[in-house]
């Protein structure tokens, strides 16, 4: 039989083992920590910073944003906003405020000056108001504005590629 005195040894030893487990995973880490610190010595804010695989997170007060290296259509983006078929998804950048306000930045590759003016018509049909200015043979802005949400879409004809970013002001 074990004595009362050598239980509870036992138990202390256990849970001193598990909470060092438990620090041990919820360390940070050395790259988190520095962006971290950095972002503070450069906005004056305190910013939580998480890296994973292909997905780095940056959390403030009010506001969260999410980069990932993905190949997909964001599946939170609203329905009025048509998705973008053409070329090839390289990133999404997804940044939600407080209230209802939130951005996606989503850069392609791959695209050209006729899937612009297709995705115009996309756009037309589900109600945004469009202007479109190219310069011929370079690239160009589509900007499209349907109630508080907005468009901002450059794009470059010569390298094939272009940021197309979505936001909601309410």
Known sequence: MVSDKRWVGIIAAVLTVSLCFINACSEKKTEEKIAEKMLKQTTGKDVDVKMEKDKITFEEKGSKT????????????????????????????????EGDAWTYNVYLLGITGDDIKNYEGA????????????????????????????????????????????????
Do not use: C, H
């Open 123 to 170: 756009l037309k049909e589900k109600g945004w108001q469009t202007s479109l200015m190219q310069v011929e043979g370079k690239g160009g802005y589509l900007n499209a504005q349907k109630g508080t949400m907005g468009m901002n879409f450059g794009f470059s004809v010569e390298k094939k590629d272009g940021v197309l970013a979505v936001y909601n002001r309410p």
């Open 66 to 97: 999410e980069m990932a290296q993905t190949s997909t259509w964001p599946s939170e983006m609203t329905n009025d906003v048509p998705r973008f078929t053409k070329g090839k998804i390289e990133r999404v950048v997804k940044t939600q405020q």
